[in-house]
């Protein structure tokens, strides 16, 4: 099969002659990819930012495809079925699986002491290759996996197996009420669809911040909120004091995470040198611009071991930090719901549809941020498009 290999830092190949993946536990599925997405998480493994991130890996935890064999302890899902796939692998059944911490299973990854598994991620996060590829071994497939509803456009179905969640998530851990100045880091598709989410909580001001003018466009007129420039101010912080009458924001929401722009200091230690995970400038923004006894909300990937952020402002001015995975099976029903009814159109954020085949070019773009790129859509050579 074709599926795409990470040959190290920046350098990505499709391979034509993979094997299709194979029934390895009772309850695994395999399915024949429809579509695949490429994520800002999938940059931080580009960009060589995440530990154990190896060579030959197929990344791509975004995925719809259709079931096309099942293990002999699978009960619910049938050969045939045309899924969408959360990026979490989870077992359904731990302790923090019952707790609907579903990006926290403890079974799914053998170094589980954080996240549980994902598709198409480092071996931190258990190795399991992903859906960039035209076939995928989903384990637990009774448990993640989900039919796409009857009426759901495929490109809005791919996008409910992350984004939404995510950004939807990041606006609910940040504990919105009615009226609340909402600030986001980050134009990514996460950012704006978190900025998108917020009104759904009631925020009342939504504020934008990314380095990159046409993210900042796109995200006033996806997510009807104000967006502005980092790069045009001279500390953002001040900035964003003043937008709001000098108290900071009433919740900041982090949806950039290790890979930040903004502070040299952030990206020689974090990104140069790797003394910390990554540049955490968004996060030290976040907790900086938002006001005492506010809420910060991290969805923004991180990764082990540590990064330096003002642990004295956050614990001075009483603030709230909330961070997670997204739980994806959690929030899908809801989500459904709003896709549906037309309260949420994902797939307004996807810019590029290109074939799996083109799979390298598609990354340059994403990553360089060229061609006005929000979110690129891959497309198998024999994606069955019924
Ligand atoms: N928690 C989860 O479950 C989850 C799921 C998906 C993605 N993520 C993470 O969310 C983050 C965003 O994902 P994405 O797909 O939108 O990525 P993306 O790379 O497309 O977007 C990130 C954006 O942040 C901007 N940026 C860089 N430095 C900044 C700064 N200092 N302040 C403000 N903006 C800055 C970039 O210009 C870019 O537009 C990533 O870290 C990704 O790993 C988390
Ligand atoms: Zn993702
Ligand atoms: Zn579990």
């Known amino acids: 099969m074709l599926a795409m290999n990470y040959r190290g830092p920046f350098r990505i190949r499709v391979d034509r002659d993979r094997p299709v993946p194979k029934i390895e536990h009772p309850f695994d599925a395999i399915v024949r990819v429809t579509r695949s997405l490429i994520c800002g998480s999938d940059l931080h493994l580009y960009h060589g930012l995440v530990p154990d991130t190896r060579v030959g890996m197929t990344f791509g935890h975004e995925f719809t495809g259709i079931v096309e064999e099942v293990g002999s302890g699978v009960t619910k899902l049938k050969v045939g079925d045309h899924v969408l796939v959360p990026f979490n692998i989870a077992c359904g059944s731990c302790p923090f699986c019952k707790q609907e911490l579903y990006g926290n299973c403890h079974e799914s990854n053998p170094e589980a002491t954080a996240v549980g598994g994902f598709f198409g991620y480092a071996h931190i996060s258990g190795g399991y290759d992903g859906g960039q590829a035209e076939y995928v071994r989903v384990p637990y497939a009774d448990v993640g996996p989900t039919v796409i509803p ?6 809005d179905a791919a996008l409910l197996t992350d984004v939404v969640p995510t950004g939807y998530q990041a606006a609910e851990m940040a504990g919105i009420r009615k009226g609340d100045t909402v600030v986001v880091f980050g134009a990514g598709p996460v950012g704006i669809m978190a900025a998108r989410c917020a009104w759904l909580f009631g925020a009342g001001r939504v504020i934008i911040i990314d380095h990159i003018d046409y993210r900042l466009e796109f995200a006033k007129k996806y997510a009807y909120c104000e967006a502005y420039n980092f790069k045009e101010m001279d500390d ?4 964003l004091k003043r937008q709001t009458d000098w108290f900071g924001a009433d919740v900041c929401i982090d ?4 890979d930040a722009a903004g502070s040299a200091m952030q ?7 790797l003394f910390q995970a ?5 996060l030290h923004w976040a907790i900086n611009s938002v006001k005492k006894g506010g809420i910060v909300s991290v969805v923004g990937v991180y990764g082990p071991p540590f990064n330096l952020i003002p642990m004295g402002s956050l614990m001075n001015k009483g603030i709230t930090l909330r961070a997670n995975q997204a739980s994806v099976k959690r929030l899908l029903p809801k989500l459904i719901d709003h896709v549906l009814a037309g309260r949420l159109n994902p797939k307004g954020l996807i810019t590029h549809r290109v074939p799996l085949e083109e799979i390298s070019d598609a990354y340059h773009i994403f990553s360089a941020k060229r061609d006005n790129c929000i979110k690129p859509l891959l497309i198998p050579p024999r994606a069955n498009f019924a």
């Open 150 to 155: 009857e009426g759901m456009d495929i490109e």
């Open 255 to 258: 949806a950039v995470g290790c």
């Open 278 to 282: 990554g540049a955490a400038t968004a």
């Open 267 to 273: 990206t020689i230690t974090g990104k140069k040198l």
């Open 236 to 239: 953002p912080v001040v900035f």
